[in-house]
């Protein structure tokens, strides 16, 4: 019997309504919507010869946003036009004084300001390219980043002169330093900027470095990673069109413009969608909703800590009426990476936010997670699909067993090849890669070969086929929500920094008390990310060591590469070590700090109080696990 029209219609309509929530279409149209408007952008401008994003910023000066407002730092402004005008000032600068060649890369030691992008683009303008150092650096692994970028130029901000010691002048010899100082910057504004002709910009193509990005990786000092133009343009369209901001909406983040999160998500973003980016020199909570309100941002970035942080901070108050003004912002959406499932919706329901837009990405890497969630549904994940979606990452995207001791997927003794786990199982997130071209997907670290194809894995599935490591174990939801469980290899993620394990055992290992160092890092209860504990035997037990330990430490490495507790190993043990000679660490990576599981060891916990360590028993534990301490 027929359906009359006027059931049929109501009907279909249910039906449509029930096939998009089971399969989540409409939210496949959005990012697959993002996905390819990315890609066909980044193609065009390739096509055009206009890779190099300093054109977006002209396009913008010479067009109908000219006198908008594209950045705000610290209460100041400045139009498109604006800073256009002083970019170019700061090329000029860099050519006329410094002769720096298109292709070249300069080395930048800044914290986030104004002056942070007018350099960036300046070195645009000619044709150079920027490696981004993170001014926490000090010592060894800031002399390394520089050397290893080839920059013979280094431009340092007066805020981290302090950090260019002569210890490192004399390890970069050959190395030119600038300082940004207000006299230099005041004789860079007065310059005649001059625009260079295309021809100093030309001929790039997506694979070619944009910029250096530097990460912590297995060699123990940080490496730089190469940000293609590809990436750069891709990566600054698809967040957007994704996330569904753009102009008239105001962008503030204050996380490291040193790290792709900020520059290429944040900045680079707001500039392609002619949007204004708010800036805010460094995280902190004091400052962080007085920058937001002030500007009118209705969108912030954020990792996860930061939200922690964020919800610790007391209420804040109007001062003339006592109200709770934790609302009293326009956010609508907060977007970023490592927002933890425990402070989700408390974060949204405190400071009445909306949307959180979760990412999931690399600098290096050859693939993202993208989370963009209203609801309950996707809380805690860092990548989401529906079904059409998973039609095609099933074929790009692999979640595959992983070997414990050797760090390692494993590989079926039969076959040899590797092995993927059930969904919602954990196992390391392998992103496929054109076996004839890697260097489409994948660019790798600059001038280290070895380094880059350590994150390549060949013959995976089948004879000939590539996927790119990415080297953290994730669970892949029932084909739908991915969830991001642990770092593995040696590096683990502390206060939004990637820190090397390598890189904190070399510098404890130089106290003349160490006789060995196992560094790794531990979970502990209302904390996101690993905190740094390093595992050692002493040579020297004198009562003094323990607080030489620390200012050790202190003056060696990042304040967020120092490790927060020591475990000294009982006199007369050795370390563990595999049979091919690797110390072991997962087995005291799962014991962590908590005494009563390490007390059959004869191990003794300490942990850093101001400038020493200090004695770590069961009173300090139930402090720390019962939320009244924070690290």
């Not at 133009?229 to 102009?247: D, H, L, Q, V």
Request: with cysteine; proline share 4%.
């Amino acid at each position: 019997m027929p359906i009359p029209l006027a059931l049929a219609a109501p009907a279909a309509l249910a039906g449509l309504a029930y096939a998009n929530a089971k399969l989540s279409l409409s939210y496949d149209y959005q990012l697959l919507g993002a996905a390819l408007k990315a890609y066909s952008f980044t193609s065009k401008r390739e096509k055009d010869d206009r890779l190099n994003m300093f054109y977006i910023l002209e396009e913008h000066a010479k067009g109908n946003f000219a006198n908008d407002t594209f950045i705000i730092f610290e209460g100041k402004k400045w139009t498109f036009k604006e800073t256009y005008d002083i970019v170019l000032k700061y090329g000029t600068w860099l050519k006329n004084t410094h002769n720096v060649k298109p292709e070249e890369i300069v080395a930048m030691d800044f914290t986030n300001s104004d002056n942070y992008f007018f350099l960036w683009f300046g070195l645009w303008s000619i044709g150079a390219k920027p490696a981004f150092i993170n001014y926490n650096l000090t010592g060894k692994a800031l002399a390394h980043c520089v050397k290893v970028s080839t920059a013979r130029l280094c431009i340092v901000d007066p805020m981290v002169e302090e950090k260019l010691t002569q210890e490192v002048r004399d390890e970069l010899p050959d190395i030119s330093f600038q300082i940004l100082t207000s006299d230099v910057e005041a004789a860079i504004i007065s310059t005649e900027g001059i625009r260079e002709s295309d021809s100093t910009r030309s001929k790039q193509t997506k694979s070619m470095i944009g910029m250096l990005i530097y990460t912590s990786g297995t060699t123990g000092l940080p490496k730089p990673a190469v940000l293609a133009w590809g990436k750069a343009n891709f990566g600054s369209t698809i967040m957007p069109k994704w996330s569904g901001y753009g102009r008239p909406d105001v962008l503030y983040t204050c996380m490291p413009m040193y790290h792709s999160a900020a520059s290429v998500l944040a900045v680079l973003a707001a500039l392609n969608m002619g949007a204004t980016i708010c800036i805010g020199r460094k995280f902190s909570t004091k400052t962080f909703w007085k920058e937001v309100r002030e500007s009118n941002a209705n969108v912030i970035q954020y990792v996860g800590e930061v939200c922690r942080y964020l919800l610790s901070a007391p209420p804040q108050h109007d001062p003339v009426t006592g109200e709770n003004i934790d609302k009293k912002n326009n956010v609508r959406m907060a977007f970023g990476n490592g927002l933890r499932p425990d402070v989700w919706n408390k974060f949204k329901e405190r400071f009445d936010i909306k949307t959180i837009a979760e990412f999931y990405s690399a600098t290096e890497g050859a693939g993202a997670g993208w989370n963009y969630s209203n609801n309950e549904f996707s809380r805690g994940a860092v990548g989401r699909n529906g079904f059409i979606y998973w039609l095609v990452l099933r074929k790009g995207w692999a979640v595959v067993e992983l070997d414990v001791e050797t760090e390692q997927p494993y590989r079926s003794k039969s076959t040899g090849f590797c092995t993927k786990v059930p969904y919602g199982a954990p196992g390391e997130m392998l992103y496929k890669l054109d076996p004839a071209d890697i260097n489409s997907g994948y660019q790798g670290y600059f001038n280290n070969q070895s380094a880059s194809d350590s994150k390549v894995l060949r013959d995976v599935f089948e004879k000939g086929d590539a996927w790119f490591r990415t080297g953290d174990i994730m669970t892949w939801e029932n084909g739908e929500n991915v969830y991001f469980n642990d770092r593995i290899g040696d590096t683990f993620r502390w206060k939004s920094e990637n820190v090397s394990t390598n890189e904190v055992a070399e510098a404890l290992s130089t106290h003349p008390a160490i006789q060995e160092a196992n560094v790794y890092g531990v979970s502990l209860p209302h904390h996101d990310g690993r905190v740094g504990c390093a595992a050692v035997i002493l040579k020297d037990h004198t009562p003094n060591v323990m607080k030489d330990l620390a200012v050790h430490a202190k003056k060696s490495l990042p304040s967020y590469a120092v490790p927060v507790f020591l475990r000294v190993k009982k006199e007369g043990e050795e370390m563990e070590i595999t049979g091919t000679v690797k110390m072991v660490k997962h087995v005291i990576r799962k014991q962590g700090v908590d005494p009563n599981a390490i007390d059959e060891s004869g191990d003794q916990m300490w942990w850093l109080r101001g400038d020493e360590y200090v004695k770590f028993g069961e009173k300090e534990w139930n402090e720390l696990n019962g939320g009244k301490v924070k690290l």
